[in-house]
T-cell receptor
Framework: AQSVTQLDSHVSVSEGTPVLLRCNYS??????LFWYVQHPNKGLQLLLK??????LVKGINGFEAEFKKSETSFHLTKPSAHMSDAAEYFC??????????????FGQGTILTVHP | ETGVTQTPRHLVMGMTNKKSLKCEQH?????MYWYKQSAKKPLELMFV???????ENNSVPSRFSPECPNSSHLFLHLHTLQPEDSALYLC??????????????FGPGTRLTVL
C-alpha cells in the first residue's frame, strides 16, 4: 500500500522569504513522486516530478524538491516566495509497478499564503 | 492548461436533469481520467481509460457514466445526480496509464452544482 502525507495543511510566508512544503511517503514499491499546484478555480499544474533519475529535481517557477529515501521525504522548496505562488500544493505518489494503471495517491494538500 | 481542455467550465443542474461533461486532450496521449474534487477531501479517482479501454471504475455510482470514443475525447454523462455530487470534476491525460513513469496532466475542471 502507498500513502502520501503532507505535514502542514497551511503554510504562511512573507514575500521574498524561503518556502518549505513538507511531504512524506510510504510505499511498498519505489515510487514516482510529483508536486502539483492548484490556483483558485483552476486545474492542477505539474510543478515537478521524480522518477528515479536525479534525487534533486528542479521544476517550474523556481521550485525544486529532493527525494530522500532514508527519510522517505520529498519536500518542496523555493528560495524566495512570490505573491503569485499563493495556491494549494499537492504531493502525489504513484507506485512504479506495471498494472497500477494511473492510481495516484494524493496528499491532503498544503495551502500556501504569501504576505507582502 | 491548453493541453487538456474541459467544457463547460461551470454547470448548474437540477437533480432530474441529464447533462454531459466533455474533456479533450491535445497531447497525443493514450490514457484519460476523471477525478472528483470535493471541498476538504482528497482528489478521488473515478474512471481510467487506457487506449480507449476502461481499466478502472473506482466504485462510482451508476448515475455517472463515462464514455471514451477515442484517445483524445472523454465524456462524463450525468443523470439524476444528488446535491452531494456538487464538486469540481477534473479530467487528466497521460501517455500510458500502465507505464512505469507515466505523468498525468490535468484540465482546468468543471465546477458542478446540483440543486
Amino acid at each position: 500500500a502507498q500513502s502520501v502525507t503532507q505535514l502542514d495543511s497551511h503554510v504562511s510566508v512573507s514575500e521574498g522569504t524561503p518556502v518549505l512544503l513538507r511531504c512524506n511517503y510510504s510505499s511498498s514499491y519505489s515510487p514516482s513522486l510529483f508536486w502539483y499546484v492548484q490556483h483558485p478555480n483552476k486545474g492542477l499544474q505539474l510543478l515537478l516530478k521524480y522518477t528515479s533519475a536525479a534525487t534533486l529535481v528542479k521544476g517550474i517557477n523556481g521550485f525544486e524538491a529532493e527525494f530522500k529515501k532514508s527519510e522517505t521525504s520529498f519536500h518542496l522548496t523555493k528560495p524566495s516566495a512570490h505573491m503569485s505562488d499563493a495556491a494549494e500544493y499537492f504531493c502525489v505518489g504513484r507506485p512504479r509497478a506495471r498494472g497500477s494503471y494511473g492510481k495516484l495517491t494524493f496528499g491532503q494538500g498544503t495551502i500556501l499564503t504569501v504576505h507582502p | 492548461e491548453t493541453g487538456v481542455t474541459q467544457t463547460p467550465r461551470h454547470l448548474v443542474m437540477g437533480m432530474t436533469n441529464k447533462k454531459s461533461l466533455k474533456c479533450e486532450q491535445h497531447l497525443g496521449h493514450n490514457a484519460m481520467y476523471w477525478y472528483k474534487q470535493s471541498a476538504k477531501k482528497p482528489l478521488e479517482l473515478m474512471f481510467v481509460y487506457n487506449f480507449k479501454e476502461q481499466t478502472e471504475n473506482n466504485s462510482v455510482p451508476s448515475r455517472f457514466s463515462p464514455e471514451c470514443p477515442n484517445s483524445s475525447h472523454l465524456f462524463l454523462h450525468l443523470h439524476t445526480l444528488q446535491p452531494e455530487d456538487s464538486a469540481l470534476y477534473l479530467c487528466a491525460s497521460s501517455q500510458d496509464a500502465g507505464g512505469d513513469t507515466d505523468t498525468q496532466y490535468f484540465g482546468p475542471g468543471t465546477r458542478l452544482t446540483v440543486l
